[in-house]
T-cell receptor, first 115, second 115 residues
Framework: NAGVTQTPKFRVLKTGQSMTLLCAQD?????MYWYRQDPGMGLRLIHY???????AKGEVPDGYNVSRLKKQNFLLGLESAAPSQTSVYFC??????????????FGPGTRLLVL | QQQVKQSPQSLIVQKGGISIINCAYE??????FPWYQQFPGKGPALLIA?????SEKKEGRFTISFNKSAKQFSLHIMDSQPGDSATYFC??????????????FGKGTHLIIQP
C-alpha cells in the first residue's frame, strides 16, 4: 500500500514549456486534490475532483488544468509555464465517507522550478 | 482574504517545554479543524484534528484546544522533543454533509526544539 505517490519528484522548466504532474493513490479514495506550497504562504488549493470525469476549481486555478480519467489518478497540467508557478505541488486524497475518515492523505510533493 | 490566521511564524522552545501554536478562522461554515506536521522534503501528515462539538482533544503529548465563540483553536505540544522540530499547519474545512471541499491552511509555524 503506497498511499499517494507523485511523479516526477523534481522538474526544471523554461518559461512557456508545458508539463503534466501525475498523482496516483491506491486507497480507492473518491476525492483528490492539488495544492501548491510557497514559502510563507501555507498550502493553497488549485483544483480538486470528486470522482472520475469531474473536476472543480480551488482557490488558485489560473494557469493550470486537471483531468481525472481514472479513479486512482489525478493529473495537473501546466500549458505554458511561468516563473510564478515555481512552487512545490502536493496531491492529496480522501474518502467521501464522513466521520473518522475525513483525513486528507498527502503525497511527497513535486518541486517545480520555472526559469 | 486569509480565512485561517496562524501565529507565530516561528517558535523556539527548549526540550521538555510546552509549544503553543494558535489559529483563528473567519468562516463559520468550517466544522473540521486538523493540524498537519511537515518535515523538510516531505508532504504534510495529519497530526490531530477536532470538531467544534468538543472544546479539547488530546492524543499523547499533543492537545487541541477549541474556542467556538472566539473562532480560535490552538495546538499544545507537551514535553517538546527535538524530533518535534518541523513546520506545523492548522487547517479548516466544512466537512458536514460529506462535501469535497479542500482544506484552507494557515501559513505555517516553523518549530525548533532546542536540546
Amino acid at each position: 500500500n503506497a498511499g499517494v505517490t507523485q511523479t516526477p519528484k523534481f522538474r526544471v522548466l523554461k518559461t512557456g514549456q508545458s508539463m503534466t504532474l501525475l498523482c496516483a493513490q491506491d486507497m480507492n479514495h473518491e476525492y483528490m486534490y492539488w495544492y501548491r506550497q510557497d514559502p510563507g504562504m501555507g498550502l493553497r488549493l488549485i483544483h480538486y475532483s470528486v470522482g472520475e470525469g469531474t473536476t472543480a476549481k480551488g482557490e488558485v486555478p489560473d494557469g493550470y488544468n486537471v483531468s481525472r480519467l481514472k479513479k486512482q489518478n489525478f493529473l495537473l497540467g501546466l500549458e505554458s509555464a511561468a516563473p510564478s508557478q515555481t512552487s512545490v505541488y502536493f496531491c492529496a486524497s480522501r474518502t467521501r465517507l464522513a466521520g473518522a475518515q475525513e483525513t486528507q492523505y498527502f503525497g511527497p510533493g513535486t518541486r517545480l522550478l520555472v526559469l | 482574504q486569509q480565512q485561517v490566521k496562524q501565529s507565530p511564524q516561528s517558535l523556539i522552545v527548549q526540550k521538555g517545554g510546552i509549544s503553543i501554536i494558535n489559529c483563528a478562522y473567519e468562516n463559520t461554515a468550517f466544522d473540521y479543524f486538523p493540524w498537519y506536521q511537515q518535515f523538510p522534503g516531505k508532504g504534510p501528515a495529519l497530526l490531530i484534528a477536532i470538531r467544534p462539538d468538543v472544546s479539547e482533544k488530546k492524543e499523547g503529548r499533543f492537545t487541541i484546544s477549541f474556542n467556538k465563540s472566539a473562532k480560535q483553536f490552538s495546538l499544545h505540544i507537551m514535553d517538546s522533543q527535538p524530533g518535534d522540530s518541523a513546520t506545523y499547519f492548522c487547517a479548516a474545512t466544512p466537512y458536514s454533509g460529506g462535501g469535497a471541499d479542500g482544506l484552507t491552511f494557515g501559513k505555517g509555524t516553523h518549530l525548533i526544539i532546542q536540546p
